[in-house]
T-cell receptor, first 111, second 114 residues
Framework: GQQLNQSPQSMFIQEGEDVSMNCTSS?????WLWYKQDPGEGPVLLIALYKAGELTSNGRLTAQFGITRKDSFLNISASIPSDVGIYFCAGPSYNNNDMRFGAGTRLTVKP | DAGVTQSPTHLIKTRGQHVTLRCSPISGHKSVSWYQQVLGQGPQFIFQ???????GRGNFPDRFSARQFPNYSSELNVNALLLGDSALYLCASSQIRVNTGELFFGEGSRLTVL
């Protein structure tokens, strides 16, 4: 239970294009988080969502907490080369002792 | 301010050996969690420690153990290493016990088991 399914697995886009990725679960989450992992680094938090329906932006990034609390999406506008990396959705487990992560979306941006 | 620091950054072991990984949380953070990240997957929860007590344990065998010291640093120990233990081991710290907010990750310890 409480598995997070991310799609797509990977994306290859041209610099300047917009990107959309999403995360779904068969279980309800009360918090949705989006992390980015660069090569050789640990994940870094991009956006945190705490309320169903919430739409939050962080620069060129926008994320939404789905109304059903079973999904979330992340959009990146006007992509740049430094957007390259792996994007993970995450949410706390039902007992809040651990964070569940999706398998990630690997983004490649071609200049 | 120093972030989460982990050591060693890379290590190679052979099957059956034992390994100890170390983590220093951000100053003021009392919660430390350990995650295993296998290539191509997201991090998988191993342990959470808060105020020196184990508060959560993931679905890992008893070969995995951890502890937290009075200064809130932590060690992860893995005994009788298997090839499948090869992974990036991530330590994350947070200010509070309840994982509803931000986890701050270190760069990880990359373990290769031959």
């Amino acid at each position: 239970g409480q598995q997070l399914n991310q799609s797509p697995q990977s994306m290859f886009i041209q610099e300047g294009e917009d990107v959309s990725m999403n995360c779904t679960s068969s279980s309800i989450f009360n918090t949705w988080l989006w992390y980015k992992q660069d090569p050789g680094e640990g994940p870094v938090l991009l956006i945190a969502l705490y309320k169903a329906g919430e739409l939050t932006s962080n620069g060129r990034l926008t994320a939404q907490f789905g109304i059903t609390r079973k999904d979330s999406f992340l959009n990146i506008s006007a992509s740049i080369p430094s957007d390259v990396g792996i994007y993970f959705c995450a949410g706390p487990s039902y007992n809040n002792n651990d964070m569940r992560f999706g398998a990630g979306t690997r983004l490649t941006v071609k200049p | 301010d120093a972030g989460v620091t982990q050591s060693p950054t890379h290590l190679i072991k052979t099957r059956g050996q034992h390994v100890t990984l170390r983590c220093s949380p951000i100053s003021g953070h009392k919660s430390v969690s350990w995650y295993q990240q296998v290539l191509g997957q997201g991090p998988q929860f191993i342990f959470q420690y808060y105020e020196k007590e184990e508060r959560g344990r993931g679905n890992f065998p008893d070969r995995f153990s951890a502890r937290q010291f009075p200064n809130y640093s932590s060690e992860l120990n893995v005994n009788a290493l298997l090839l499948g233990d090869s992974a990036l081991y991530l330590c994350a710290s947070s200010q509070i016990r309840v994982n509803t907010g931000e986890l701050f990750f270190g760069e990880g310890s990359r373990l290769t088991v031959l």
